[in-house]
């Protein structure tokens, strides 16, 4: 098994601020990492982009943003900032179903770097 820092560094994530925002206790932020899965926030966010509720897409993202962000998962958050803005300035826009896919696809890798972390891969 790989050690933490190289599923960090695979990952595309900050090991070393990550692990001072969690007091390096390895096994406590693996714990709390799980706690995203399933994510309330991203089924909510697909749910209110598909409606047109620009408000509470912007809430569901806007959490998600917080969460990815203190949990370092950093291409994550940076996937989840790019539908965020928008929406903050209540845009109408064609391609937040694409820009959600994208944010779909960085969760799957987060949820995968979690299992890594884990050794269940």
């Not at 697909?46 to 203190?70: I, P, R, S, W, Y």
Request: hydrophobic fraction near 40%; include cysteine.
């Amino acid at each position: 098994m790989q050690s933490m820092k190289n599923c960090f560094e695979e990952y595309g994530a900050d090991y070393t601020g990550t692990m001072e925002r969690f007091m390096q206790n390895e096994a406590l932020y693996v714990r709390l990492l799980g706690k995203l899965f399933p994510s309330v926030e991203l089924r909510q966010l697909g749910e209110t982009l598909m409606t047109g509720n620009q408000a509470d897409a912007f809430d569901a993202a806007h959490t998600l943003k917080g969460v990815a962000g203190n949990l370092g998962l950093t291409p994550l958050y940076e996937a989840v900032c790019a539908i965020v803005e928008p929406l903050r300035a209540k845009e109408k826009r064609a391609d937040y179903p694409a820009l959600f896919d994208a944010v779909q696809k960085e969760f799957m890798k987060a949820e995968a770097f979690w299992n890594a972390l884990k050794g269940g891969e």
